[in-house]
């Protein structure tokens, strides 16, 4: 099956330091969704990119999609402590309907 | 509106019974997965559904799970014989049947097998 290399698999940072969080395939991806995790809830949904090269914002997040579709990154800059929490990656492999593989996670977190 | 609503959401049961988990996905979405959460681990894929067919049911970890969804919408997963390493949470998400659309996942149920 799809498989898919998230890194790193855990960070702690100071309250307003940057993070970043890889995602990397060894196919092309037609899609690649990023989920937040709180600890004791559930995935939830941030953000799909699907065109090549593409880098949407989201206040202080800032996610990418590779040129070549192989690998994604999500950013925060200046992190705050509700920033916590585990970042998941999901890819897909067809524009049509594929089983979204998630990838392991980050896990975030924050010292005030 | 209602998001997706799974029940139990905690199960403890013994070592070689059945259980039973419920998903209520978002009204119209067509589309239903299940995925299953070991503790601090990532999500590994089970089933999905559309409709009430199961095109894709590779991830079923062995012939003792099951899932079946009526009227394309409430699913249930059973767990035949538990074993202590079917302990983990057990997430069902929904979705509009619109290539890879976004899920939107319930609480989850917390299963124990003791």
């Known amino acids: 099956g799809q498989q898919v290399m998230q890194i790193p698999q855990y960070q702690h940072v100071q309250e307003g330091e940057d993070f970043t969080t890889y995602c990397n395939s060894s196919?092309?991806?037609?899609?690649i969704q990023w989920y937040k995790q709180r600890p004791g809830g559930h995935p939830v949904f941030l953000i799909q990119?699907?065109?090549?090269?593409e880098v949407k914002k989201q206040k202080r997040l800032t996610f990418q999609f590779g040129e070549a579709k192989k690998n994604s990154s999500l950013h925060i800059t200046a992190t705050q402590t509700t920033d916590v929490g585990t970042y998941f990656c999901?890819?897909?492999?067809?524009?049509?309907?594929?089983?979204?593989?998630f990838g392991k996670g980050t896990m975030l977190l924050v010292s005030p | 509106g209602a998001g997706v609503s799974q029940s139990p959401s905690n199960k403890v049961t013994e070592k070689g019974k059945d259980v039973e988990l419920r998903c209520d996905p978002i009204?119209?979405?067509?589309?239903l997965y299940w995925y299953r959460q070991s503790l601090g681990q990532g999500l590994e894929f089970l089933i999905y559904?559309?409709?009430?067919?199961?095109?894709?049911k590779s991830g079923l970890p062995s012939d003792r799970f099951s899932a079946e969804r009526t009227g394309g919408s409430v699913s249930t997963l059973t767990i035949q014989r538990t074993q202590q390493e079917d302990s983990a949470v057990y997430l069902c998400?929904?979705?509009?049947?619109?290539?890879?659309?976004?899920?939107?996942f319930g609480n989850g149920t917390r299963l124990t097998v003791t």
């Open positions: 559904f559309q409709g009430n067919s199961a095109p894709d």
């Open positions: 998400a929904s979705s509009l049947a619109q290539g890879n659309s976004p899920l939107h």
């Open positions: 009204s119209g979405h067509t589309a």
């Open positions: 196919t092309t991806l037609s899609n």
């Open positions: 999901a890819v897909g492999v067809n524009s049509g309907y594929s089983t979204l593989t």
């Open positions: 990119l699907v065109k090549s090269g």
